[in-house]
């Protein structure tokens, strides 16, 4: 049955046995009358697909924009965080399961129509909104409208996601989008198709059509997951590739994983591993690198590519301290890559 908020959705078409074909991301659900798609929340009802998360968020949060985690992006400002039950990816380590493993019906969702979660950013005077939690792919539709009120009203959005999305669908997501976090969730097809029900090449293909046809700002986070993800090969391909496709400039966080939803048998990341992760990006060419969910000041501030001085201090997502004058360096005047102001 259709509620208030539901939304045709769009990005589908009817195949000639029937079934609706979703062609929101790289999966391309074939979906029966009446059944979901894998992600939960685009249905087909009646013959034409819905988007049951339009308007249906699992609640709010004021987080800082650090979180994100976005360490270039209007640092030590707060951000307006949603996402909606459901996601399209399937990850075994999935550190938010209790939202992005969830149906509709299974969450405690309210009701926020598009001119609802603008009010609610300027009720708490907030620079930006973040779709996050699940993958906010999956309620494209809900972010296009916010998204372009957004701008009207001089707010930023952002995305957070596994960046695994069709290539015309991201064209009118990404429109009026400002900044963006990219889970590269590994370096090998053998980890996404193994853990995560998904495959590489699509993610490196939207972080490469980010990087080259948009004027998104975008930063790429890694969770490392112990003899998963972690070796040093793979992290020194992966830093090479970026280097190579995306530039020296694009922050890298690489973050601690810790047993959760269907990997409750691994160990929590050593912050050794994080450590030596971080220093083979750097000595690889990338000027940004940072560790997170462990408590390393060396890795949670920002230096001068330039002369290598302190310009952001942090306390895990707290800003303690910012040097950074006009996007430049307060002492050599170098500029930083990012959106400062």
Same mark, same amino acid.
């Given at each position: 049955?259709?509620?208030? @908020?539901?939304?045709?959705?769009?990005?589908?078409? *009817?195949?000639?046995?029937?079934?609706?074909?979703?062609?929101?991301?790289?999966?391309?659900?074939?979906?029966?009358?009446?059944? +979901?798609?894998?992600?939960?929340?685009?249905?087909?009802?009646?013959?034409?697909?819905? /988007?049951?998360?339009?308007?249906?968020?699992?609640?709010?949060?004021?987080?800082?924009?650090?979180?994100?985690?976005?360490?270039?992006?209007?640092?030590?400002?707060?951000?307006?965080?949603?996402? *909606?039950?459901?996601?399209?990816?399937?990850?075994?380590?999935?550190? @938010?399961?209790?939202?992005?493993?969830?149906?509709?019906?299974?969450?405690?969702?309210?009701?926020?129509?598009?001119?609802?979660?603008?009010?609610?950013?300027?009720?708490?005077?907030?620079?930006?909104?973040?779709?996050?939690? @699940?993958? +906010?792919?999956?309620?494209?539709?809900?972010?296009?409208?916010?998204?372009?009120?957004?701008? /009207?009203?001089?707010?930023?959005?952002?995305?957070?996601?596994?960046?695994?999305?069709?290539?015309?669908?991201?064209?009118?997501?990404?429109?009026?989008?400002?900044?963006?976090?990219?889970?590269?969730?590994?370096?090998?097809?053998?980890?996404?198709?193994?853990?995560?029900?998904?495959?590489?090449?699509?993610?490196?293909?939207?972080?490469?059509?980010?990087?080259?046809? *948009?004027?998104?700002?975008?930063?790429?986070?890694?969770?490392?997951?112990?003899?998963?993800?972690?070796?040093?090969?793979?992290?020194?391909?992966?830093?090479?590739?970026?280097?190579?496709?995306?530039?020296?400039?694009?922050?890298?966080?690489?973050?601690?994983?810790?047993?959760?939803?269907?990997?409750?048998?691994?160990?929590?990341?050593?912050?050794?591993?994080?450590?030596?992760?971080?220093?083979?990006?750097?000595?690889?060419?990338?000027?940004?690198?940072?560790?997170?969910?462990?408590? @390393?000041?060396?890795?949670?501030?920002?230096?001068?590519?330039?002369?290598?001085? *302190?310009?952001?201090?942090?306390?895990?997502?707290?800003?303690?301290?910012?040097?950074?004058?006009?996007?430049?360096?307060?002492?050599?005047?170098?500029?930083?890559?990012?959106?400062?102001?």
């Amino acid at each position: 049955m259709q509620n208030q @908020n539901t939304k045709l959705a769009n990005w589908w078409h *009817t195949l000639e046995n029937g079934k609706i074909l979703c062609t929101l991301c790289p999966r391309y659900c074939e979906i029966g009358e009446g059944q +979901p798609g894998f992600c939960y929340i685009r249905q087909n009802l009646g013959g034409k697909l819905y /988007s049951l998360g339009y308007g249906k968020p699992t609640g709010f949060a004021i987080d800082p924009v650090e979180k994100k985690p976005l360490f270039h992006f209007y640092p030590g400002t707060n951000i307006l965080s949603f996402g *909606t039950a459901g996601c399209n990816l399937g990850c075994k380590f999935c550190q @938010n399961w209790s939202i992005s493993k969830a149906k509709l019906d299974e969450t405690q969702s309210v009701s926020a129509l598009p001119e609802e979660v603008i009010m609610l950013a300027k009720k708490y005077s907030v620079p930006s909104i973040a779709f996050t939690y @699940n993958d +906010p792919t999956i309620f494209g539709e809900y972010v296009i409208d916010i998204a372009e009120i957004a701008r /009207s009203e001089g707010i930023k959005t952002v995305m957070v996601t596994a960046g695994y999305i069709d290539k015309d669908a991201r064209k009118e997501i990404y429109k009026n989008i400002d900044a963006a976090n990219v889970d590269l969730k590994g370096f090998t097809e053998r980890f996404y198709f193994k853990l995560t029900s998904s495959h590489l090449s699509n993610v490196l293909d939207t972080l490469i059509w980010l990087k080259d046809e *948009t004027d998104v700002w975008f930063e790429i986070t890694t969770l490392l997951i112990p003899d998963e993800n972690d070796s040093l090969d793979e992290i020194k391909l992966e830093s090479e590739w970026i280097l190579e496709n995306l530039g020296d400039s694009v922050p890298l966080h690489f973050t601690a994983f810790h047993p959760d939803f269907r990997m409750k048998d691994k160990y929590p990341t050593p912050e050794s591993t994080l450590i030596a992760a971080r220093e083979i990006a750097i000595k690889s060419g990338i000027k940004y690198c940072y560790t997170g969910n462990v408590h @390393n000041a060396k890795g949670q501030a920002t230096y001068c590519h330039s002369c290598n001085t *302190t310009l952001i201090k942090r306390d895990w997502h707290t800003v303690l301290s910012n040097k950074i004058i006009e996007g430049k360096c307060y002492k050599c005047g170098a500029n930083l890559e990012g959106v400062f102001s």
